[in-house]
């Protein structure tokens, strides 16, 4: 067992299941969507991220990518939130714009999953 | 992929930006969770905002105070413990960070990324040069002169910085990095099309020997310029397809031989490789007695040459060793001993000797025999070496009659091979003449151009020459004199003197004017600027092409207008 395997793979799989926990819910309406678990996954992301760091194989690229793309998807959809919230109104379409970018995060969290486990099962030891 | 340095910080700084985010997190979840007070006296939590940005300013030491609201005794308590952790993984993380850039592996990737982006922006015909130094300093500077950029690979970080402090234009970019290295040249671009040569002037024939052979198996196309001092190392080179292999010693001993034999050979050589103009004064040794003192690998290349010339010679050597190979007929050529004394010169015949030679590998031991032998023989000439060219010699200023300087004519040698290889061959090609034939071309070079020619190579091709061939193809037959013609007046002539003419292979020195070119002919030709011009103007005008063949006009409407 190599305890570097199971740390990534914990951050990995954390971000996706917290994205989703955050994405899962009424499409049109914030009450579902709890801000301090959009705050968890944002967290759980960058960690996330920061382990795919300096990583060159081919792989480690393709997986740094698509946490990157969750990451920025999350950020923003925290950063609409909060500007919304201060400055401006929340209405129906920021929460749809807070909603779908966690969407699309979400997708990519899945990806980088399904790529991590493929290179998992691929490699031997 | 190529990228390292930025994988190497990525990688570094992995655990600094966990830390900052485990820490920041730490701190805005206790922040958001406990409860506060606001300005009426309600309880309140902070939001996840609030929290990131009082901890943004907090953690970097900028400190705005408390906001929204002051703080609470409970919040104070837990804003204590998440200075310390915040700062800590603050500074933590930005140490790493300025460690790194810090670091000599990453600034020499740093370096390594800049020299391959300069080197890939290069679009021009470009020559590797490894090692930076005296000579290759002048090779760069001839290069640069005549259009040709340089990449160079040097091994020591101060001789890079040197060069760098040339400040050449167009910028020569520098890699500091060992000069064998198959990577180093990959990434100086040796298998890139415009890449045309390695110049590698190393004293270590070894050195030299690998690089030629690491050179070859990159890029099978690439001329090789190296230098070489014994003949075994001649050999190895030429058996790797070296393309230029000059040898510094052979260099003195063949001038030496010239000054005494052949002094406007020598002359014609120097014109050739542009040390000197052809009305300098003649460099004349008298034909006499010569002692020569070393036999070493210069010594052996002297000996070589003047052994098949009526020269009655001498060498004086300090190590009996150096001279056991010589056949036992040959031995009274010899002597052992230490030159720097009195007696053995005084027995080698100083008095009645025509100059004494000192090339043994010590400057101050050559300088203090030919002052001996001055001291003895007041008529004697001395003649020496200089090897290295620096601002302050000590040789200049020892009164030496005759002094060689190899590092000139290696550099002159190299350049011209490279860029100009018409007038290589022609250097090559007139060693084998007589001190007459050499008279008579020095005079007639001076009286119909002038002390100084230019040479002028032009290869009958449709990127020199279209006019030319296109004539030729139309199965005419056109003579080497076309070149000769003025376009100021058809019947006047310029002053062009034909040296050198190259056709598959075969070479003929001096062809005469009355010579049918042929396609892929090469020229070498000695002309002023004006005639240069003029040869250029017939060779691709269609205008004066037509003017200085038939001496009318080329008019557009007599054949239509586009034809």
Known sequence: MNLDKVISGFFIILAMTLNFGFFYGDLDSLESHSKYELFAAIIVNLIATTLKLGDRTQMGSVLLATSLVADIQLIAAAVVWSIAYYVYVIDKEIVAIIISLSGGALLANITSVALYVGETLKSKR | MQNNSLWIILQKM?????VIIVTYTIAIVGLISINGVDANGNAYHMTIFDALYFISYTATTIGFGETPYSFTYSQRLWVTFSIYLTVIGWFYGIGTLIGLLQNKLFLSEIARVKFK??????????????????????????????????????KSEERANALILENYTPTVPVLVSDAHNANALELAGIAKSNCKAVVSLFEDGALNLRIAIV??????????????????????????????IANPFSIIANELKMAIKSPNLLKLEKWIYQIDTLDAHLEKLPVGKYIICGFGRLGRNIYQVLRHENIEFIFIEIDENQIKEIEEEELDHFMVGDADEKNILLKAGVKNATAIVAFTNNDTVNISILATAKKINENIITIAREDEMEDVSIFSNAQIDYLFMPS??????????????????????????????????????????????????????????????????????????????????????????????KREGEIVVLPSLDTVLQLDDKLLLACDENAQNDIEYIAQNPYEFHYALSGEEKTLFKKGLFK
């Open chain 2, 14 to 18: 992995r655990i600094p930006f966990i």
């Open chain 2, 117 to 154: 982006r300069q080197v890939n922006h290069i679009r021009k015909k470009y020559i590797i040069v490894l090692g930076f130094n005296y000579v290759t300093n002048e090779i760069i500077k001839k290069l640069l002169n005549n259009d040709i950029q340089v990449v160079v690979i040097e």
């Open chain 2, 215 to 244: 050179s070859r198996l990159l890029n099978k196309n690439i001329q090789l310029a190296t230098k070489a001092t014994t003949s075994s190392s001649v050999n190895n080179l030429k058996d790797v397809n070296v393309n230029v």
């Open chain 2, 408 to 501: 000139k004519i290696l550099v002159n040698k190299i350049t011209n091979a490279l860029i100009n290889p018409l007038s290589d061959i022609f250097a090559r090609a007139i060693k084998s003449k007589d001190e007459h034939w050499a008279s008579l071309l020095v005079k007639e070079l001076m009286q119909r151009i002038d002390a100084n020619p230019v040479l002028f190579e032009l290869v009958i091709n449709t990127a020199q020459a279209n006019q030319i061939c296109d004539y030729i193809e139309a199965s005419n037959e056109i003579a080497l004199s076309i070149f000769e013609i003025s376009l100021h007046n058809r019947k006047l002539k310029n002053n062009v003197v034909p040296l050198l003419l």
